[in-house]
């Protein structure tokens, strides 16, 4: 499994994770979210923002999107979250399980296009969200 910090935008994503590459380098991946299985679930207005980003570099690894959530508001505090990937679906979910245990669950652990995914609130406060790939 993987931990990096995970950053959600209003709006501008895509020239975020450009600038931090043009500071940091590395390799900058994106999937708008007309370009995403998941684009019939979102109006007009989404479709160019950014579903999921990703810069990593020697110094950095960071994953990022535009706020997508339809029915909340992005706020300092719940803009940066600790993004857990790259563990096989058991594992994301007894971690999930662990993470979210006297916390709140904002997005259920669920199958999604993209793979397993949920989103939680420690008992410490602390935003985190579980991804596993399709098929791990």
Excluded at 19 to 33: E, I, K, M
Excluded at 79 to 106: C, I
Aim: proline content about 4%; aromatic content about 10%; glycine content about 8%.
């Amino acid at each position: 499994m993987n931990v990096s910090p995970y950053a959600i935008f209003d709006g501008q994503c895509l020239q975020a994770l450009q600038f931090y590459q043009q500071l940091f380098g590395g390799t900058l991946h994106f999937t708008r979210v007309a370009d995403s299985p998941m684009a019939a679930l979102f109006g007009a207005e989404a479709q160019q923002k950014v579903l999921n980003g990703r810069l990593t570099s020697e110094v950095l690894d960071i994953s990022a999107s535009d706020w997508l959530h339809p029915t909340e508001r992005p706020i300092q505090g719940n803009t940066l979250s600790l993004f857990v990937s790259e563990g096989d679906a058991a594992q994301s979910r007894a971690l999930f399980a662990q993470l979210s245990a006297q916390g709140q669950v904002t997005e259920a652990l669920s199958e999604q296009p993209f793979g397993l995914y949920g989103a939680c609130i420690d008992r410490f406060g602390v935003r985190w969200m579980v991804h596993a790939a399709p098929g791990v």
